[in-house]
């Protein structure tokens, strides 16, 4: 049987990283991670673009919860650590986003704000600018 996709709601994925029996893969790009983040104990950051190429390092045993902005590129994320092997890889559906919603932890370091009219636009705001 292939293996499929497992897509989590926010709440059942704090309940397994908070359990420790999953990781979080923050799939998100580095300049995104700095300013807020997942606040669970086991979180593991590689960018979408690189994780292709790192997923051979990966130990297989470990159940990774992958998760990004959104839950766009997440699924497509899982989706690659199956098609490399992991039989244990899922997507946290509505990504960060919606797990802030909840009200579930998050990290801010408003050091690393953003500033933009819109996503396409990010970039790091400049003190005093």
Not at 12 to 38: H, M, N, P, T, W
Not at 61 to 67: D, G, K, L, Q, S
């Amino acid at each position: 049987m292939e293996n499929q996709i497992r897509h989590f709601s926010s709440h059942e994925a704090f309940e397994l990283l908070q359990s420790g029996d999953a990781v979080l893969l923050d799939i998100r790009d580095e300049y995104l991670q700095g300013f807020k983040c997942i606040d669970v104990p086991r979180v593991l950051q590689i960018p979408y673009s690189d994780l292709a190429e790192k997923a051979s390092g990966l130990p297989h045993e470990v159940f990774y919860i992958c998760a990004d902005s959104a839950g766009i590129n997440s699924k497509k994320a899982a989706q690659i650590l199956i098609d490399a092997g992991f039989s244990n890889a899922g997507n946290l559906a509505g990504g960060l986003i919606d797990w802030e919603r909840l009200g579930l932890p998050v990290c801010t370091d408003i050091r690393e704000r953003m500033t933009g009219s819109c996503m396409c636009q990010l970039k790091k705001r400049v003190k005093n600018k």
